[in-house]
């Protein structure tokens, strides 16, 4: 059974400061994903990552994937308080078949 | 196209009573998935749905839970004889499956709660 886990669950951090929230995988994939959710709210898809080496960056957001270790990486640069939310980082165990989410990265970026 | 609309938003029902969700797709996305979400959980896999037919269910699915894609365009989640355990947001997603390369887009989701 394809488990997902995301460290750190929780993470307050200040403006201006760099953090990385990394997801680990159990079993063979070369599909993830990232979604943003902000509370009340559904999914916002943030990247699909689908081949090994493969780095994607949008804004303050950079994300990686590393299929040999089963690790994928969000990086948060220069934090700005927008970026609070839930992150959530999701494996396709196959194409197409469904979604493995990790438990979630709840992140409050203060003042 | 406006994504992936789901009705209600909201529902509150007595325990024991009927519910049924419906989720329309994007109107070129042959996928449909529905998903649970529970407080301060990831979402979790319920059913999904390649055109009309239904090709997974997990485990979590218990014969309370239904789901149909009649015609391979809209889908409905029912839940007989809610139980307070059913409190949470189902999400649906749909996806074109075409090899590769594709992502998934989740619509607003359905907010259950069962008093």
């Known amino acids: 059974e394809l488990k997902v886990e995301q460290n750190p669950l929780f993470l307050s951090m200040q403006e201006g400061k760099n953090y990385t929230i990394y997801c680990n995988y159990s079993t063979t994939s070369d599909r993830l994903y990232w979604y943003r959710q902000d509370p009340g709210k559904s999914l916002e898809s943030l990247f699909v990552?689908?081949?090994?080496?493969a780095v994607k960056q949008e804004g303050r957001l950079m994300a990686s994937l590393d299929t040999k270790a089963r690790l994928s990486t969000l990086h948060i640069t220069a934090a700005v308080h927008d970026l609070s939310a839930t992150y959530f980082c999701?494996?396709?165990?196959?194409?197409?078949?469904?979604?493995?989410f990790g438990e979630g990265t709840q992140l409050t970026v203060n003042p | 196209d406006t994504g992936v609309s789901q009705d209600p938003r909201h529902k509150i029902t007595k325990r024991g009573q009927n519910v049924t969700f419906r989720c329309d797709p994007i109107?070129?996305?042959?996928?449909l998935y529905w998903y649970r979400q529970t407080l301060g959980q990831g979402p979790e896999f319920l059913t999904y749905?390649?055109?009309?037919?239904?090709?997974?269910k997990s485990r979590l699915l218990s014969d309370r839970f239904s789901a149909e894609r009649p015609k391979g365009s809209f889908s409905t989640l029912e839940i007989q004889r809610t139980e307070q355990g059913d409190s949470a947001m189902y999400l649906c997603?749909?996806?074109?499956?075409?090899?590769?390369?594709?992502?998934?887009?989740f619509g607003s989701g359905t907010r259950l709660t069962v008093v």
């Open positions: 749905f390649q055109n009309e037919a239904q090709l997974e």
């Open positions: 997603a749909s996806s074109l499956a075409i090899g590769g390369g594709y992502g998934y887009t």
């Open positions: 990552l689908l081949s090994n080496g």
């Open positions: 999701a494996v396709e165990a196959t194409s197409g078949s469904r979604l493995t």
């Open positions: 109107s070129e996305h042959n996928r």
